[in-house]
């Protein structure tokens, strides 16, 4: 079958891939865009340019202040990643019309700061639980096509998008000239998860919600499909890979949502990444409403770290006079960062660095760890 080179658009930044021609019918999309909907502004296009630094944003409740997004775009990001919670709209999961979904992106439309840095910055977004309609909700989501329909019309996903024709949100695009190649994958963690482990001391150190599933359990989180797709994508060349997810990924110590509640899923990534020899994997994560930077050795031939950046308007309470969060977790860098913060990915293609920091009100670094390249190198 001939192919062809296209660029896929979310919000105006472009992605590359390849689909193939079928005598130029082209199919009906599996998600049409909703009636009346409210949308995002439209991003510039990314195209092919070269990324030096991006911007990493989630938990933003629409009925508080946005005004931090202001920093974002004062940062002059050259791509824009949010990460999920983007709106807190999962107070009406019963009802399968969603209404508190669609509510929470009208308001969220309609900020002013929302609009001037979408307006600006070439855009990608995930969803995680409370834009996808459901409090910590998984695969079991009774209305999860409903929220995809929500999801693909207020982002404007182009219509040849790969999330407009099959069910999950994840995709992922590559940027940048020869031996400065970003591939950002983003990943799906909701629409095809098993259920979560209660756990039976709640709010337990370490045991606040749930728990671990037994490592003999075969409870996944992305699907047989989207594993699949990842594979795939490790295996395509690229100087420095971004994936993200919007629950932390190696993080450990906690009892909230986390890859490590599912052992068996977050050892098989470990293990795509080392068996597909994937260079360059930085992972980035939202959820927590406090920011902070885990590293674990995972038997990939370079330790893996995760920038967590939360969030826009959800930060954790501290002491009186600190900003620290000291929840117990073994492969933290440091503290963890409570106030209100967003993430930066700044890439020094001629040095090979790359610096993961976490920046407060004002744009402020508060947090911040460096990498160099030949520490990404299997």
């Not at 993080?251 to 068996?264: I, L, S, V, Y």
């Not at 073994?330 to 990915?345: K, M, T, W």
């Amino acid at each position: 079958m001939f192919q062809r080179r296209q660029f896929l658009t979310l919000g105006g930044s472009a992605a590359l891939t390849t689909l193939p021609l079928a005598g130029c019918v082209t199919a009906k999309p599996f998600l049409e865009d909703l009636p009346d909907f409210p949308r995002a502004p439209i991003s510039p296009r990314l195209g092919n340019r070269r990324v030096s630094r991006i911007a990493l944003t989630s938990c933003s409740d629409q009925d508080l202040d946005l005004s931090l997004l202001d920093d974002v775009q004062a940062a002059k990001p050259d791509l824009l990643i949010m990460m999920g919670d983007n709106v807190y709209g999962s107070d009406t999961p019963k009802d399968p019309q969603l209404p508190g979904l669609k509510e929470a992106y009208r308001k969220l439309s309609e900020a002013p700061a929302f609009r001037r840095l979408v307006s600006a910055t070439p855009t990608e977004a995930v969803w995680d639980d409370h834009d996808y309609g459901m409090n910590d909700g998984g695969g079991d989501f009774a209305f999860k096509a409903k929220a995809q329909a929500m999801f693909v019309s207020f982002w404007n996903i182009a219509r040849n998008n790969p999330i407009r024709q099959r069910p999950g949100i994840y995709r992922a695009f590559r940027s940048g000239p020869p031996g400065q190649v970003l591939q950002v994958i983003l990943l799906d963690t909701r629409y095809f998860r098993d259920p979560l482990v209660r756990t039976d001391q709640r709010n337990a150190p370490g045991k606040e919600r749930y728990i671990p599933h037994p490592l003999s359990s075969e409870a996944d989180i992305l699907g047989a499909a989207q594993w699949a797709f990842l594979e795939e994508e490790l295996k395509k060349p690229a100087d420095l890979r971004l994936i993200i997810s919007s629950i932390q990924v190696i993080a450990d110590g906690h009892g909230w949502e986390r890859w490590g509640n599912f052992p068996r899923a977050q050892q098989r990534l470990y293990d795509l990444i080392a068996q597909t020899k994937a260079n360059g994997v930085v992972f980035a994560s939202g959820d927590r409403h406090f920011g902070s930077i885990h590293q674990q050795k995972t038997g990939v031939a370079y330790p893996l770290t995760d920038i967590t950046a939360s969030g826009i308007n959800k930060g954790f309470t501290t002491a009186p006079g600190t900003d620290w969060i000291r929840e117990p977790a073994s492969n933290r860098i440091g503290d963890g960062y409570g106030p209100i913060n967003f993430g930066l990915v700044e890439v020094d293609w001629a040095g090979q660095t790359l610096d993961l920091k976490l920046a407060g009100v004002g744009g402020k670094i508060t947090r911040a760890h460096r990498l160099a390249f030949g520490d990404l190198r299997a």
